[in-house]
């Protein structure tokens, strides 16, 4: 655009330069006018060809000035790419150091992958779902089958959990309820804050002596439910009937079905 900007205007220059050199010679003598008009129509296309090579350097000029800038803009781009491309370069030589660049950088890659796969799953875990009814059906019907362990002797049974956790407590609220429907005078759940960082169970369940043969039945009936293993907590002073106390103490993560495992 810029070319045919400065040659219309040359141009036009010349074409006005001759008309008017042609005009004047109009008034001079016949005898000279011929070569004269000769004379000032090459000055005129001299000066039109001046103007077109003048045009035609402006215009490289531009394009080059044009073409500097674009490969100044890239090159600063491939500098940005670079400075956040070398932490990953890194990562990928120290986890794959027999690798080549390119073959450890997928690797790297896959490895990432495989990283945002796994916490999508697992954030998918930590919301609560109500046990299946199937599932919540057998366990029932097992706790009420390990009521024959207590014979004629009354049965209480607590559930606390460990406080700082929505999560745990809402399992603790399910297991209160699903022992009320298989017949046991459940209490809670409580909450209580142990500040222990690691249990060495995520469920336990308190017991007197006398009482281990119940304790182990009520276990074995819940795990289709709370699928950990649990841990036993003896106590001291023995009380009249069985006293249990379920303690929940796990991060507990569900499954599609609303079965529970722990962290």
């Known amino acids: 655009m810029l070319?045919?900007?400065v040659l219309a205007i040359v141009a036009a220059s010349a074409s006005g330069l001759i008309a008017a050199v042609l005009g004047r010679e109009k008034s001079k003598p016949t005898e000279c006018t011929g070569h004269r008009r000769l004379f000032w129509l090459l000055i005129s296309v001299s000066v039109l060809?001046?103007?077109?090579?003048?045009?035609?350097?402006?215009?490289?000029?531009?394009?080059?000035?044009?073409?500097?800038?674009?490969?100044?803009?890239?090159?600063?781009q491939v500098t940005d790419l670079n400075v956040k491309l070398a932490p990953f370069l890194e990562a990928a030589s120290a986890l794959f150091p027999d690798a080549g660049t390119e073959e450890a950088l997928q690797r790297l890659r896959q490895e990432i992958d495989t990283l945002e796969q796994r916490t999508g799953t697992l954030e998918s875990r930590t919301h609560f779902r109500p046990v299946d009814p199937d599932i919540r059906a057998v366990v029932v019907?097992?706790?009420?089958?390990?009521?024959?362990?207590?014979?004629?002797?009354?049965?209480g049974i607590s559930v606390v959990c460990e406080g700082g956790s929505n999560l745990r407590l809402q399992v603790g609220?399910?297991?209160?309820?699903?022992?009320?429907?298989?017949?046991?005078?459940?209490?809670?759940?409580?909450?209580?804050?142990?500040?222990?960082?690691?249990?060495?169970?995520?469920?336990?369940?308190?017991?007197?002596?006398?009482?281990?043969?119940?304790?182990?039945?009520?276990?074995?009936?819940l795990r289709p439910l709370l699928k950990t293993p649990f841990a036993g907590k003896l106590q001291e002073t023995e009380q009249e009937g069985c006293q249990l106390v379920l303690e929940v103490l796990g991060d507990p993560l569900f499954g599609t079905d609303g079965t529970v495992e722990f962290q």
Do not use: D
């Open 49 to 76: 060809g001046l103007g077109a090579s003048i045009a035609l350097a402006v215009v490289e000029n531009g394009e080059a000035g044009s073409a500097a800038a674009t490969n100044q803009a890239l090159l600063g």
């Open 173 to 221: 609220v399910e297991v209160v309820e699903i022992l009320k429907e298989a017949g046991y005078a459940a209490r809670g759940p409580s909450t209580e804050m142990t500040f222990r960082t690691a249990p060495t169970s995520a469920v336990v369940i308190g017991c007197t002596q006398s009482c281990i043969g119940l304790a182990n039945a009520v276990y074995g009936a």
């Open 141 to 155: 019907e097992r706790l009420r089958a390990a009521l024959s362990e207590l014979g004629a002797r009354e049965l």
């Open 3 to 5: 070319l045919w900007n």
